[in-house]
């Protein structure tokens, strides 16, 4: 499919810099079959039915934003997947002062070395010594915030508690899986009183989430892959609650992505535990989910090609309007949506 069906313009005043306070503040929009209302995230109880099920991912962001010297070269490191022990795959900042086997000093006494620069022109940056490398990033590294705020405004510390959902658990996440975001302890307990459970999965979302689409058809874009586990009993589980008549809802993009990797061809979803490049675009049958909470994505990105396959082009062009003329908030820290496709 062209690109260009999936391209919208955004007023960068839309683009949310700071989240909702309280979290479950932000606005929500439910597109529900043919309905569509304009919401809160706090009302999720009352949009939700007895049985359903949300499912959220428990990565954990690292401080993967690094900032060094090769000689008198100022290096830029995104991490954004882990290879090995001690070996992170990295996008590289001024990649043309660096060459195979450079070190590079991070200070803090972090140094790596350049390894195998792939065709994206990612290095793989080896660390030395003997910590930890996530002790290593504690030291030097710093909240890698997605670069449409970066941009706008340096990371501080209060983007240590913003950028982290209250699953965060399970370390090696370049990017917050920021539909959770919304979510609090109280927002929990009133979903419990409704007979609406939760379980978790984990998905290390990679810095790729945030390239642009560079080809023109969607059929010549290639996929960054990501790490991803779901356990046995999660699968399981997961499964009960469909048979009993229950919806399982990813929330987030990325905890669709795993279940949808993770299921098969009946809607069976089996234990998965690797790498997924899974690109979802209008075409694509959804087996393992039901729905769909998820905050308000790029144009010509491969989010809003994932959204536009679960509820179709024309209706969410046409939500996306509406939310940028009714004044929501895009992006990382911004509203969410509710997606409840209709199903014959």
Request: glycine share 8%; aromatic share 8%.
């Given at each position: 499919?062209?690109?260009?069906?999936?391209?919208?313009?955004?007023?960068?005043?839309?683009?949310?810099?700071?989240?909702?306070?309280?979290?479950?503040?932000?606005?929500?929009?439910?597109?529900?079959?043919?309905?569509?209302?304009?919401?809160?995230?706090?009302?999720?109880?009352?949009?939700?039915?007895?049985?359903?099920?949300?499912?959220?991912?428990?990565?954990?962001?690292?401080?993967?934003?690094?900032?060094?010297?090769?000689?008198?070269?100022?290096?830029?490191?995104?991490?954004?997947?882990?290879?090995?022990?001690?070996?992170?795959?990295?996008?590289?900042?001024?990649?043309?002062?660096?060459?195979?086997?450079d070190a590079i000093d991070?200070?803090?006494?972090?140094?790596?070395?350049?390894?195998?620069?792939?065709?994206?022109?990612?290095?793989?940056?080896?660390?030395?010594?003997?910590?930890?490398?996530?002790?290593?990033?504690?030291?030097?590294?710093?909240?890698?915030?997605?670069?449409?705020?970066?941009?706008?405004?340096?990371?501080?510390?209060?983007?240590?508690?913003?950028?982290?959902?209250?699953?965060?658990?399970?370390?090696?996440?370049?990017?917050?899986?920021?539909?959770?975001?919304?979510?609090?302890?109280?927002?929990?307990?009133?979903?419990?009183?409704?007979?609406?459970?939760?379980?978790?999965?984990?998905?290390?979302?990679?810095?790729?989430?945030?390239?642009?689409?560079?080809?023109?058809?969607?059929?010549?874009?290639?996929?960054?892959?990501?790490?991803?586990?779901?356990?046995?009993?999660?699968?399981?589980?997961?499964?009960?609650?469909?048979?009993?008549?229950?919806?399982?809802?990813?929330?987030?993009?990325?905890?669709?992505?795993?279940?949808?990797?993770?299921?098969?061809?009946?809607?069976?979803?089996?234990?998965?535990?690797?790498?997924?490049?899974i690109f979802i675009t209008?075409?694509?049958?959804?087996?393992?989910?039901?729905?769909?909470?998820?905050?308000?994505?790029?144009?010509?990105?491969?989010?809003?090609?994932?959204?536009?396959?679960?509820?179709?082009?024309?209706?969410?062009?046409?939500?996306?309007?509406?939310?940028?003329?009714?004044?929501?908030?895009?992006?990382?820290?911004?509203?969410?949506?509710?997606?409840?496709?209709?199903?014959?």
């Amino acid at each position: 499919m062209k690109v260009d069906l999936f391209d919208f313009a955004l007023p960068p005043e839309r683009i949310a810099l700071r989240p909702a306070v309280p979290r479950d503040a932000a606005r929500l929009l439910l597109l529900d079959g043919a309905d569509s209302r304009d919401l809160s995230v706090s009302a999720l109880p009352d949009l939700l039915r007895a049985g359903d099920l949300l499912v959220f991912n428990d990565t954990r962001v690292i401080p993967a934003q690094l900032e060094g010297r090769r000689g008198d070269s100022k290096i830029g490191a995104t991490l954004h997947k882990r290879e090995g022990p001690r070996r992170w795959r990295a996008f590289i900042r001024n990649a043309r002062r660096l060459k195979q086997d450079d070190a590079i000093d991070f200070g803090e006494g972090v140094i790596a070395r350049a390894r195998d620069r792939g065709d994206d022109g990612s290095f793989a940056l080896d660390f030395e010594g003997d910590e930890p490398v996530e002790l290593l990033l504690e030291r030097a590294g710093r909240m890698p915030l997605p670069p449409y705020i970066a941009a706008r405004r340096p990371a501080d510390a209060q983007d240590q508690d913003d950028y982290q959902t209250m699953f965060a658990a399970e370390k090696g996440a370049v990017a917050a899986p920021t539909a959770a975001l919304h979510f609090t302890p109280e927002l929990l307990e009133r979903l419990a009183a409704e007979g609406i459970e939760h379980a978790t999965l984990t998905l290390h979302v990679g810095a790729g989430t945030f390239l642009p689409v560079k080809a023109d058809d969607t059929t010549r874009h290639r996929m960054h892959a990501e790490w991803g586990r779901i356990d046995a009993a999660t699968a399981d589980r997961l499964n009960a609650v469909r048979a009993n008549g229950g919806r399982v809802i990813a929330v987030g993009t990325t905890s669709l992505r795993l279940i949808e990797s993770a299921a098969d061809a009946t809607g069976q979803i089996r234990a998965f535990e690797g790498d997924t490049a899974i690109f979802i675009t209008p075409g694509y049958r959804f087996k393992g989910i039901d729905g769909l909470m998820t905050n308000f994505h790029l144009p010509r990105s491969t989010l809003f090609m994932l959204v536009s396959a679960l509820m179709g082009i024309e209706r969410m062009q046409a939500a996306y309007a509406h939310a940028i003329e009714d004044g929501y908030r895009f992006y990382s820290y911004g509203d969410a949506s509710l997606l409840l496709p209709s199903r014959d």
